[in-house]
């Protein structure tokens, strides 16, 4: 008898299986490739963005260098030079104080907001756009619009005027702590709308039995919110505290234009991301005691996310 074989098959025993050197490594290692060949773009903006200056920083804080000096490596002095600055003590007492009071703010007033606007009404619709405004508009915009409206001629210190709450203009811009709780104010009033909407995100996953229930048993609307909602949300909520602790230590742009970028009267309301910016830019640029106080920060934010993703799991496995 007789045995032809086909085209493109193998006399070798395994009933034809094909061979290691054929196509079907060749398409594998096709497969293999592909989706990189789709990330490339993005590794590369990574790569060129974040982590080629990532390195630089972590370099230059290590040296003397400024602006016009490439300089030496200096070992740790820029970071005894740092603990021994009175304006990184004020910047991150100030940019600390940001966080665990707006980080609150951003936890529980969106989800209270996202709850009294979940409906389906036309009133919904329109109560969620008009609170999202905010986030869409430029931060130099929203802090020039608050600075004319708590200047001591503004509209906040006219309405207290008429209302005769006050018998002298509130200082809002020139009093160090009026300031720092004023751009908090104006942080939160941005933020409002974009947490929200993850908000509503996470409330249409919440089953809907679980309201019903909770209203066959007489629950009331504060009940309800705290046994239904606050625990379908935890995750959410978790997630908003991480990501709203990172943008509050960062602030820059509420201070920085309250403040007409002088970081308040003396300075008294620097924070982290303020004094990094005056530190590295301009000719007198210290860029090695700038890289210094940038790798802080981000030691800083490391360890809160770390503590936070901590949390996070622990609720997870209870």
Not at 36 to 46: A, M, Q
Not at 207 to 228: I, K
Request: charged share 10%; with cysteine.
């Amino acid at each position: 008898m007789t045995i032809e074989a086909r085209p493109g098959t193998s006399l070798k025993r395994g009933g034809g299986r094909p061979s290691r050197r054929g196509g079907t490594v060749l398409a594998t290692h096709r497969w293999f490739l592909t989706p990189w060949l789709f990330l490339l773009p993005g590794l590369t903006v990574i790569v060129l963005m974040v982590m080629v200056p990532f390195a630089n920083t972590l370099g230059l804080a290590f040296t003397d260098s400024t602006l016009l000096r490439q300089g030496q490596y200096v070992g740790w002095e820029n970071f005894h030079r740092m603990f021994a600055d009175e304006r990184f003590t004020t910047a991150l007492l100030n940019s600390t104080l940001y966080t665990v009071c707006v980080v609150p703010c951003m936890v529980v007033l969106p989800l209270i907001l996202a709850t009294l606007v979940s409906g389906a009404g036309r009133l919904s619709g329109f109560f969620r756009t008009t609170m999202y405004l905010p986030v869409v508009m430029s931060p130099v915009v929203v802090g020039l619009i608050w600075t004319n409206m708590l200047d001591k001629r503004g509209l906040v210190n006219a309405l207290f005027d008429t209302l005769h709450l006050v018998t002298e203009p509130v200082p809002f811009l020139s009093d160090r702590w009026l300031l720092l709780f004023s751009a908090m104010f104006v942080t939160v009033w941005t933020g409002l709308g974009y947490y929200m909407v993850i908000y509503l995100a996470a409330l249409a996953n919440i089953d809907q039995s679980l309201y019903d229930a909770a209203a066959m048993d007489g629950a009331g609307v504060v009940r309800t919110f705290l046994n239904v909602t606050v625990p379908g949300v935890r995750s959410t909520m978790t997630l908003i505290a991480v990501l709203s602790s990172v943008a509050a230590f960062r602030v820059f742009g509420e201070i920085y234009v309250l403040t007409g970028g002088t970081g308040g009267v003396g300075g008294g309301d620097l924070t982290m991301t303020m004094l990094i910016q005056r530190e590295g830019t301009g000719l007198q640029a210290r860029t090695g005691y700038a890289g210094a106080i940038s790798l802080f920060m981000f030691v800083v934010l490391g360890a809160l996310l770390l503590v936070q993703l901590a949390v996070q799991r622990r609720q997870r496995s209870s």
